[in-house]
C-alpha cells in the first residue's frame, strides 16, 4: 500500500468469522425480534381483512376508538385503522428497513472488530521473526495460512513477492488489499441505502396522505371544515416522521462503521509498509551486508 490517500480503496475482506458463524451468531440474536415481526404480520392480516362498517341507521357507538377533540386519533390501533390500506402499504417496507438496518449493523460490528481484522498476537509474532530472519518465503506463508485473518491475506500477496523489488511487492499488496475493500464496505452500501431511500418512502407516503384528505374534504362538500383538513394531513405526515426515525440512526451507524473500516485501513497500511521493508530485495541485500559487516568485526576483534 501506497500512501494514505489510496488506502481508502483498500480495506481487508477475508474476516476471520465464516458464514456458518456468522448466520449462527445472527440467529440467536434475531430470536427475540420474531414475536414482534409475528405480530404486526398477523396485524396486517387481520386489518386486510377488515372491511368498512355496515351501514346502519344506528349511530357509530362512542369510545370505539380513542380521539382527541378534534377527532385525531391517539392510539397505535386507531391510527392505523385512520389511516386504512395506506397505513398498512408503508408499515411493510419501513419494518423492513428496520430489519435491514439492525441485521447488517450488527453483522458489521462483528466482522469489523479490531481483534479479527488485525489479531495482535500474529501481527506481533510475524513481525518479530521476519525482522530475526527466522522466516522464510514458504514459512511465511504457511504461518499466514494458518491465521486465516484479513492481517495475514494482505501479508500473503506480499510474501509471495518475497526476493523481489520493493515496487513489485507493494503492487501484490495493493492488489491484495483491493480484492478485500469491497467486501469490507459491501453492508455498508445497504446501510447508507436504507438511510437514503426510507425518508423518500416517508415523503410519498406523505404526499399521498395529503392528496387523499383534500380528496375526501371535496367529495364530503366540508370544505369549511378545517379540522377535518389538520387531521387529515398531521396522519400523512407520520409516514415522513417515521421514515426520519428509521433513516437517522441508520446514518449514523454507516457513518461509524464507515470511520472504523477507514481506521483499520490506516493501520492495516502502515503494516504493510513493514513488511516491504524487510521483504524486498533492497532489504534483503542490506540485511545481508549488515550480516557481513558484523561478521567482519568479530572476526577481527
Known amino acids: 500500500m501506497t500512501h494514505c490517500s489510496s488506502t481508502t480503496r483498500r480495506t481487508l475482506t477475508g ?12 440467529w440467536k440474536m434475531s430470536r427475540p425480534i420474531l414475536p414482534l415481526i409475528l405480530v404486526i404480520l398477523i396485524g396486517g ?12 341507521k344506528t349511530p357509530p357507538a362512542t369510545g370505539a376508538q380513542k380521539t382527541d377533540a378534534l377527532g385525531m386519533p391517539t392510539d397505535p390501533v386507531s391510527i392505523m385503522k385512520q389511516l386504512g390500506w395506506m397505513g398498512w402499504l408503508f408499515l411493510v417496507p419501513f419494518v423492513g ?56 491475506a494482505v501479508f500473503a500477496h506480499g510474501v509471495r513477492k518475497w526476493g523481489k523489488s520493493s515496487v513489485e511487492v507493494k503492487q501484490a499488496i495493493i492488489d491484495g488489499g483491493e480484492r478485500q475493500v469491497s467486501e469490507l464496505r459491501v453492508h455498508l452500501r445497504v446501510l447508507n441505502g436504507v438511510a437514503t431511500v426510507t425518508p423518500l418512502l416517508g415523503l410519498l407516503g406523505t404526499v399521498l396522505g395529503m392528496i387523499q384528505a383534500f380528496n375526501d374534504i371535496a367529495t364530503a362538500g366540508s370544505m369549511g ?31 461509524y462503521l464507515s470511520g472504523r473500516v477507514d481506521a483499520l485501513v490506516m493501520e492495516m497500511d502502515y503494516l504493510a509498509q513493514s513488511v516491504v521493508q524487510m521483504i524486498s530485495a533492497e532489504a534483503l541485500a542490506e540485511q545481508r551486508q549488515q550480516r557481513e559487516s558484523g561478521g567482519r568485526t568479530k572476526r577481527a576483534v
Not at 16 to 26: E, G, S
Not at 115 to 133: A, W, Y
Open 15 to 26: 474476516t476471520a468469522i465464516r458464514p456458518r458463524v456468522i448466520t449462527a451468531v445472527l
Open 45 to 56: 392480516v387481520l386489518a386486510a381483512q377488515d372491511g368498512p362498517p355496515p351501514t346502519s
Open 97 to 152: 428497513a428496520t430489519l435491514i438496518a439492525l441485521w447488517y449493523s450488527v453483522e458489521r460490528m462483528v466482522v469489523l472488530k479490531r481483534s479479527r481484522v488485525i489479531p495482535k498476537p500474529f501481527v506481533d509474532r510475524f513481525l518479530e521473526h521476519i525482522r530475526q530472519g527466522k522466516l522464510d518465503r514458504n514459512s511465511s506463508l504457511k504461518l499466514c495460512e494458518q491465521s486465516d485473518s484479513p492481517i495475514a
Open 225 to 255: 371544515k378545517t379540522e377535518q383538513l389538520a387531521v387529515g394531513i398531521s396522519l400523512a405526515l407520520l409516514t415522513t416522521a417515521c421514515g426520519l426515525m428509521i433513516a437517522i440512526p441508520t446514518l449514523i451507524m454507516y457513518m
